[in-house]
T-cell receptor
């Protein structure tokens, strides 16, 4: 059973370009979370999605950032017109469909991340 | 809101025991997680505590005191491969985890 797959592992963009980060959750998982990790900082929640729905985007910047999790295919985190401050590691995590209820009972399975560098 | 405090760095000797502390403030406690993250890799789940006390899992144990807002991760018989960052996290709302900045542990021979 493959883990959470993220690609690319490293992405270099120039200021003003678009960055697309992809995440395939673990098989059988329908919940996807995106986190951002800046150097020397903790993982910061960005967005939580289920298939075809954005459930919670409270951690996502209002402009330039968007996320989707289509019925078919991976989840995509899209950053338009990137700036140097967007340089960070972006991690995707997935969790199984909750049968018992309560996020606190579900551990997150993380991918290896995409390191975005903006020149 | 949530707040987590952990030491930034720790160093310990191979074969020894190390305790990594975490103090937290959160509205509506709903458990505490520990994750391990090797440099450049994915965080991996270590433990989840929701009740007070010590939970042991092999060489790793995690302790929780809800009244004190305090947890620690205990690593026994340290191995070189235990060099990593250890992240303390609490649920923030229904849909996400709030992570501390992590404790970078270096195990020396």
């Amino acid at each position: 059973n493959a883990g959470v797959m993220q690609n690319p592992r490293h992405l270099v963009r120039r200021r003003g370009q678009e960055a697309r980060l992809r995440c395939s959750p673990m098989k059988g998982h329908s919940h996807v979370y995106w986190y951002r990790q800046l150097p020397e900082e903790g993982l910061k929640f960005m967005v939580y999605l289920q298939k075809e729905n954005i459930i919670d985007e409270s951690g996502m910047p209002k402009e330039r950032f968007s996320a989707e999790f289509p019925k078919e295919g991976p989840s995509i985190l899209r950053i338009q017109q990137v700036v140097r401050g967007d340089s960070a590691a972006y991690f995707c995590a997935s969790s199984p469909t909750s049968g018992t209820g309560g996020f606190a009972n579900e551990k997150l399975f993380f991918g290896s991340g995409t390191q975005l560098s903006v020149l | 809101g949530q707040n987590i405090d952990q030491p930034t760095e720790m160093t310990a000797t191979e074969g020894a025991i190390v305790q990594i502390n975490c103090t937290y403030q959160t509205s509506g406690f709903n458990g505490l997680f520990w994750y391990q993250q090797h440099a450049g890799e994915a965080p991996t789940f270590l433990s989840y505590n929701v009740l007070d006390g010590l939970e042991e899992k092999g060489r790793f144990s995690s302790f929780l005191s809800r009244s004190k807002g305090y947890s620690y991760l205990l690593l026994k018989e340290l191995q070189m491969k235990d060099s990593a960052s250890y992240l303390c996290a609490v649920p923030a709302g229904a849909n996400n985890l709030f992570f501390g900045t992590g404790t970078r542990l270096t195990v020396i021979p």
